[in-house]
């Protein structure tokens, strides 16, 4: 007599909880495009028209990204894997999405890459109470309810036949969508390419996919040598003394706020006693972010031209300026150089534990100064010197000055600018350009005071610019296309000693008059070499923004 299976009348409470594949990738799609994506509402919500027609667009658009993520979703939603994908999702999207809603930044290739060359100061300037709760409630949370939610999977050959059953309803789907609102949808996307920048995460994944194929391809590239023929010209031998020619590169300086350059309120108090100082008022970047503009502006191609992977496979200004016979030297207080001076001698500064200028692993840029006198003392030959700055770099823009150069009060004292006014945030920002002030106008007078046994020079160029809230975004890296002025109008300027001026025929009167001519990086690369009169096929006169003021031209 067989007995009554009792056992199964009752149903393990788990399996009332657990659910299909594809309705968790239903679910998570549902969340990841209402949740995570606050930001990419808020701007549609500003660039689509009230009304009907308007709330139809953004039902459309809404329902086709939704769809395109349950496609793939559904596609991944095998055992073994399923749950560790979205896992990562939600962390990394939290992460983003918090990046995204503080600062406005639209997330791209170039935006990833910055990211990864930071360093560990700066990547600790952006942490906060609230990224953490961002990430823990966003993403650890939610990922640890999803680990232990039970998903019920069929056998592989049923499993398989529901996902293409619902990969073409997907498909579907978004040809629906698609012919329903074609020209709604055409339009919208064709003029707001930054919409695919906002959309979380297929922006950054999508770029690390292109920032990652760009590394390979970059490993498997020998070094291609540029100007070989570079040698010193003829006019070299008038000259009378050893040169030192100092490049600044700037860091965030925005030429709207510099006092010398136009700005309302006084920042560069120093500078605008400096005599024989030159102000450049129209000069634009190649990039956005150092990761772009530091390597763009040292090489020969030009923004229009620029690829990164060309740039970091093929030398630049330095390595010509070297094979010339120049010591050329890289002195940095940043994350680096980029590597535009991997193949010349390089001091990292910004680690150094000097008790005055230094603190909690970070030194103020007159750490670039120190031993300066001694450097000068000790030159042997003609020389180029770049000091990087940490300059103007957010958003801790109060940490980037000692604190007798706050000038401008109240200052925002959070890296979380959302919490702050506008006016505290400008203050901060602006402080950082007074101490840069009296950075470079120290430098000046360091340059000046040896002027009589060495011909000194210094030129200062910002890599980018910043934004401090215009139009709802913060720091920098938008891309290029879609960046605010703000973020691509940089300080430019230059001081030459009376030697200098005669050895390398420089005539600053005409290059004052010159101060409102439209210039770029573009013009550094061809410029260096036309200051320096170094001869090389490279050489482009006519983006040499000191041949117009040149007594004597060098020859190409």
Known sequence: MQLPNYASKFVDPSDRLALRPETLAFLVSLVLLAIYNFPLWHHLFSIVPAGASGLGMRIAFGAMVFAIFNLVLVTLSFRWIFKPVLVFLLVSSSAVAYFMSQYGVLVDKNMLRNVAETDVGEVRDLLSVRLFL??????????????????????????????????????????????????????????????????????????????????????QQPLRRIGTDAHKAPAWKTHKRKSLTVLVVGESARADNFGVLGYGRNTTPRLSKEDGLLTFRNVHSCGTETAVSVPCMFSNMGRAGYDATQARSQEGLLDLLKRAGLTVSWHDNQSGCKGTCDRVAFMQLSHLKDPGLCVDGECHDEILLKGLQDYIDKLKDDSVLVLHQMGSHGPDYFKRYPSQFETFTPVCTSNALNDCSRESITNAYDNTLVYTDYVVSSLIDLLRKNQDKVDTAMLYLSDHGESLGEYNLFLHGTPYVLAPDQQKHVAMLAWFSDSYQQDFAVASDCLARERDKLLSQDNLFHSMLGLLEIQTGEYNASLDMFAPCRATETES
């Open 134 to 219: 961002f990430i823990f409630f966003l993403g650890i949370l939610p990922s640890w309810l999803l680990w232990r939610l039970p998903v019920k999977h069929r056998p592989i050959h049923r499993e398989l036949i529901v996902k293409c059953v619902l990969a073409l309803g997907c498909v579907a789907a978004l040809g629906l969508i698609a012919l329903g609102n074609y020209q709604g949808l055409a339009s919208l996307l064709r003029n707001h390419h930054e919409l695919r920048m906002l959309v979380v995460p297929s922006n950054y994944l999508g770029a690390s996919f292109g920032y990652l194929r760009e590394e390979l391809a970059l490993n």
